[in-house]
């Protein structure tokens, strides 16, 4: 899976032909989530602080 970007620990990756809803991949040591990039709802399990740096830049790209 392509990555995007890797910070303090944190892996994010996409891969554009994936299923719907569009999505990216967030990878932080034995954790792993999925974050939705319309919503922003979060399936998986990752510490706040890592899903608070991983969500950062995806928020200010969601449109209302």
Do not use: K
Request: charged letters at 15%; one cysteine or more; hydrophobic letters at 30%.
């Amino acid at each position: 899976m392509p990555e995007i970007c890797h910070f303090y620990g944190i892996v994010i990756t996409m891969y554009l032909p994936d299923h719907n809803p569009p999505h990216f991949h967030v990878r932080y040591n034995e954790y792993r989530a999925t974050i939705d990039i319309q919503t922003g709802r979060v399936t998986g399990q990752m510490p706040r602080r890592a899903l608070r740096w991983s969500m950062s830049g995806s928020t200010s790209t969601r449109t209302s």
